[in-house]
C-alpha cells in the first residue's frame, strides 16, 4: 500500500483554453500554477497537445520558473514532444495518446500494441532524469505492457467511470470503479506507483479517492470550471477536503 496522502495534481490546459479563446494573455496558466501552489495542491499537469490548442510551449518554462511544485508534461510519444520534454526536464512525463481531431483524450495508450514505438521514448525519458508515466486503460494487458516497458508509474484514465457516473449507470459505475481498483492494486503489487485522472469531478471523486494504492489524482477541466464560480483556491481546497475525507 502507498502513503495514505493522496497527491492533487492540478491540470492547468483549460486556463489556457479560455487566455486562447481571445489569443492575449489572460488568464494566464501560470497565476493559476502559482495558486495551486498556494493552497498546497502537490503539483501541476500541463498537456503541450501537437496542435497547441491550449498549453503553449512558452508556457512550459513559465509554469517551471513561477513554483517550485513538480510538472508533470503530459506529451504524445512523438519525436517533436520527447525533444521539448528533454529540454524542460520536468519532474515528470505522462506519455498519453492524441488525436488531433479528438476533443479530449478519448481513451488510453495503447502500450500493449505499441510496445516497440514506446521503448525509445521511455528509454530516453528516464535517462534523462523524467519520471515516466503511461496513461492507459484500467486494464491488465495494458498495465502488463507498463511493466514490460519498465514505466514507474502508470496513470489510469477513469473517462469510462466517469462517462458512467454522468449517465447514471449504477452497474457500470461499479464494474469500472472495480476495474481501477484492481487494477492500482496490481501495479502496486508489481512495484508501479499508480495514479488515475479524467474526467473527475467533486460528484465522482470519493470512490476513486478510496482507493488505497492510488499515489495521485489528477484533475483539471472540472476545477477550471468550478474556478469561474467559487475561484481557483476555493475549488482546488475543496477537492482536496472531499479526497482528504474519502481516505
Ligand atoms: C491527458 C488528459 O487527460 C488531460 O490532458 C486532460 O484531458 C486535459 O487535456 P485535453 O482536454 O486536451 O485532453
Ligand atoms: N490526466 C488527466 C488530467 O490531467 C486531467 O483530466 P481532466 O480532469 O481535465 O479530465
Redesign the pocket.
Same mark, same amino acid.
Request: glycine fraction near 18%; aromatic fraction near 8%.
Given at each position: 500500500m502507498q502513503d495514505s496522502k493522496l497527491r492533487l !495534481?492540478v #491540470?492547468i490546459? =483549460?486556463v489556457a483554453t479560455i487566455r486562447n479563446a481571445r489569443g492575449g494573455d489572460h488568464p494566464d496558466p501560470v497565476r493559476a500554477a502559482e495558486i495551486v501552489s498556494a493552497v498546497g495542491g502537490d503539483g501541476i @499537469?500541463a =498537456?503541450l497537445r501537437e496542435d497547441r490548442r491550449h498549453i503553449r510551449d512558452d508556457d512550459l518554462k513559465r509554469i517551471q520558473d513561477a513554483t517550485d511544485l513538480p510538472l508533470n508534461l503530459?506529451m504524445a510519444a512523438t519525436d517533436e514532444m520527447l525533444a521539448i520534454a528533454l529540454a524542460h526536464r520536468p519532474q515528470a512525463a505522462?506519455i498519453?495518446p492524441e488525436k488531433r481531431e479528438e476533443r @479530449? @483524450?478519448e481513451g488510453g495508450l495503447d502500450a500493449a500494441g505499441q510496445h516497440n514505438h514506446l521503448q525509445r521514448y521511455v528509454h530516453e525519458l528516464t535517462e534523462a532524469g523524467i519520471r515516466v508515466s503511461l496513461?492507459i486503460e484500467p486494464s491488465e494487458r495494458q498495465l502488463d505492457a507498463a511493466l514490460r516497458l519498465g514505466a514507474p508509474v502508470v496513470?489510469f484514465h477513469t473517462g469510462e467511470y466517469a462517462h458512467a457516473q454522468l449517465d447514471g449507470d449504477r452497474e457500470r459505475l461499479a464494474s469500472e470503479l472495480k476495474r481501477v481498483s484492481d487494477m492500482a492494486a496490481l501495479a502496486a503489487k508489481n512495484g508501479i506507483e499508480p495514479h488515475a /485522472? =479524467? /474526467? +473527475?469531478t467533486y460528484e465522482n471523486v470519493q470512490p476513486i479517492a478510496a482507493i488505497p494504492q492510488l499515489a495521485e489524482l #489528477?484533475? !483539471? =477541466?472540472? +476545477?477550471v470550471g468550478e474556478a469561474v464560480f467559487v475561484g481557483l483556491e476555493n475549488a482546488v481546497r475543496r477537492m482536496r477536503e472531499l479526497m482528504d475525507e474519502a481516505r
Open positions: !495534481g #491540470n490546459d =483549460h @499537469t =498537456h503530459e505522462c498519453v @479530449t @483524450t496513461f496513470e /485522472g =479524467h /474526467g +473527475l #489528477n484533475i !483539471g =477541466h472540472y +476545477l
